[in-house]
């Protein structure tokens, strides 16, 4: 059981997974969408590299990502992925 604060990576790829127009928006403007997270070099890099097939399956998230398939699992339950849209505004 994995317990303990999660990452904002984790909370990152959860939301994508949920949310079309976030998954749209961190593909799409992934540096704008990053603003303001806390990411290790290699979870940025895992993010800038990941594209809609990445987003097909679970396990292909799992290789997208690196993460586990208990990693995504936390990733997409946790109530953090579920509560927020990504902060980047698309109208003033
Ligand atoms: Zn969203």
Redesign the pocket.
């Known amino acids: 059981m994995a317990t303990g604060r999660v990452r904002d990576f984790l909370i990152l790829i959860g ?1 994508a997974w949920i ?1 079309l ?2 998954r749209r928006m961190l593909l799409e403007e992934t540096e704008a969408t990053l603003v303001g997270h806390k990411l290790s070099e290699f979870e940025r890099e895992r993010l800038m590299e990941m594209a809609d097939s990445s987003f097909r399956t679970m396990m292909d998230l799992e290789a997208a990502t690196g993460l586990t398939a208990e990693e995504v699992t936390l990733a997409i339950d946790h109530p953090r992925s579920r509560l927020r ?2 902060g980047k505004r698309v109208r003033g």
Do not use: T
């Open positions: 939301h949310c127009d976030c849209h990504f």
